[in-house]
T-cell receptor, first 113, second 115 residues
Framework: GNSVTQMEGPVTLSEEAFLTINCTYT??????LFWYVQYPGEGLQLLLK?????DKGSNKGFEATYRKETTSFHLEKGSVQVSDSAVYFC????????????FGQGTRLTINP | DAGVIQSPRHEVTEMGQEVTLRCKPI?????LFWYRQTMMRGLELLIY????????DSGMPEDRFSAKMPNASFSTLKIQPSEPRDSAVYFC?????????????FGNGTRLTVT
């Protein structure tokens, strides 16, 4: 089946620190991969995506590279800000069969000034 | 460009009452999803529709839950009768399917409290 495993949280960092949130997946087809972010009191928003191997998705200073050989899509940012505090979800969606989005469990990130 | 619109934003009701949550997807999107989010279980997919037809309702917890999509611009999720364990944030999302595998666009959710 299709599944996503994320690094367990919560993660607490100081402002300007380097961030990595690990994400690995299993999929029966060829998935597209996504990172979503959820700010307090809001719905999920797409942060970035990648649709094929070696693609790099990027947005707002965040990056993630689609690694087919390690089935990973780790989220990174070089210098985090307090405003990056949120819950981050890794997700996949496959073209074959049911086209539902499969989410990881989410990682809560808190950035201290 | 309006996003996915959900109503109400908050709902407080007593156990045993009927609750109806509403969703207006983004115009032109052919997939609609209902998710539930709790601290204990995270994000759970309840049901999704393609072109107004329910495709997978295996996530619907029990017969008390039902969902409809009478047309491309409106969907409802109904709980009857409601129970305290149904308290959660319910999200609606829409997307374009087919070859594009476009991402999902989420509404801001309905926070349901059943007392």
């Amino acid at each position: 089946g299709n599944s996503v495993t994320q690094m367990e949280g919560p993660v607490t960092l100081s402002e300007e620190a380097f961030l990595t949130i690990n994400c690995t997946y299993t999929a029966t087809g060829y998935p597209s991969l996504f990172w979503y972010v959820q700010y307090p009191g809001e719905g999920l928003q797409l942060l970035l995506k990648a649709t094929k191997a070696d693609d790099k998705g990027s947005n707002k200073g965040f990056e993630a590279t689609y690694r087919k050989e390690t089935t990973s899509f780790h989220l990174e940012k070089g210098s985090v800000q307090v405003s990056d505090s949120a819950v981050y979800f890794c997700a996949l969606r496959v073209l074959q069969g049911a086209q539902k989005l499969v989410f990881g469990q989410g990682t809560r990130l808190t950035i201290n000034p | 460009d309006a996003g996915v619109i959900q109503s109400p934003r908050h709902e407080v009701t007593e156990m045993g009452q009927e609750v109806t949550l509403r969703c207006k997807p983004i115009s032109g999107h052919d997939y609609l999803f209902w998710y539930r989010q709790t601290m204990m279980r995270g994000l759970e997919l309840l049901i999704y529709f393609n072109n107004n037809v329910p495709i997978d309702d295996s996530g619907m917890p029990e017969d008390r839950f039902s969902a409809k999509m009478p047309n491309a611009s409106f969907s409802t999720l109904k709980i009857q009768p409601s129970e305290p364990r149904d308290s959660a944030v319910y999200f609606c999302a829409s997307s374009l399917g087919g070859q594009s595998l476009a991402p999902l666009h989420f509404g801001n959710g309905t926070r349901l409290t059943v007392t």
